[in-house]
């Protein structure tokens, strides 16, 4: 313990495991890491297929969707990498994003946190102006047949530890959720939600998406804008939004939410 917080307890972690009959316990747990994604991928690199969970207290070059920087503070977030071969997810492989997100927000509904997604996984707290609040992200990578599936939740940071204006923490929201419960929460989640079939996890995304029915402003890859009334998720997980009329899938963007439903 170097920040005055906590570190990791691995022999919490794998208890919480076992009482949830998991079978993803090849588990890792280091204090400092560059990002646990790398070391997840590492791991694959030298046993391919041979699942393994990374976690770790603090990462000192985490990153996120859109080649942004995540921030971890030593001991206040959750930085989490489930590395895998691309068969665990059976049919549901395009939509994996998707997917883990719904695994997210079910273990936190599951430890008394209502929390949303925006598209495609961002996990966040909305307010009854509407007005989004995030908290976590997802960041998928994928070497050929191997993927890493990287969650990172801002559990008990500080306002001063946030990255930006409207980014917030479980703490910050009031809730105080222990970390190690959280984490095998969310790998028991994922667990069950592989096994699924693909109808099932589509409509509980449905619900759980704030994004769907929203106005919205995209800012695609290319740096261009467009806006519009997001009315569905397409089968291939991209993002519908009605633009003057006319339907236009987004598969790659950052959304903003103008106007919720
Ligand atoms: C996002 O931008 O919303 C995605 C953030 C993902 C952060 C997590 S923390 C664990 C894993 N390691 C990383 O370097 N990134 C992901």
Not at 2 to 27: F, M, Q, V, Y
Not at 207 to 218: H, L, M, N, Y
Request: aromatic fraction near 4%; proline fraction near 3%; glycine fraction near 10%.
């Amino acid at each position: 313990m170097k920040s005055g917080r906590p570190n990791l307890d691995s022999s919490l972690i794998s208890s919480e495991l076992a009482s949830r009959n998991c079978t993803w316990i090849n588990l890792v747990v280091l204090e400092t890491v560059t990002s646990t994604n790398d070391l997840a991928m590492k791991h694959l690199e030298s046993a391919p297929g041979k699942l393994v969970v990374v976690c770790a207290d603090e990462q000192t070059q985490g990153r996120g969707r859109l080649q942004r920087d995540w921030a971890s503070p030593k001991g206040a977030g959750i930085a989490l990498s489930i590395g895998c071969s691309l068969s665990t997810f059976g049919k549901t492989q395009t939509t994996i994003p998707l997917l883990t997100g719904v695994a997210v927000i079910t273990a936190l509904n599951n430890l008394g946190v209502q929390a949303k997604l925006k598209w495609p996984n961002d996990l966040i707290f909305l307010s009854d102006s509407g007005q989004v609040k995030k908290f976590g992200g997802i960041l998928l990578q994928r070497a050929g047949d191997q993927v890493v599936l990287g969650i990172g939740i801002n559990v008990g940071l500080s306002a001063e530890e946030l990255p930006t204006e409207s980014s917030t923490s479980l703490f910050l929201e009031g809730f105080e959720v222990s970390r190690e419960k959280l984490i095998a929460e969310i790998i028991s989640q994922l667990e069950i939600i592989t096994s699924d079939n693909p109808a099932s996890w589509r409509a509980r995304y449905l619900e759980q998406c704030a994004t769907v029915g929203s106005t919205v402003r995209v800012t695609l890859a290319d740096g261009s804008h467009l806006e519009g009334l997001a009315t569905q998720l397409a089968e291939s997980g991209g993002l519908v939004v009605e633009v003057d009329d006319v339907a236009v899938e987004v598969t790659v963007g950052d959304i903003e939410h103008l106007r919720h439903k």
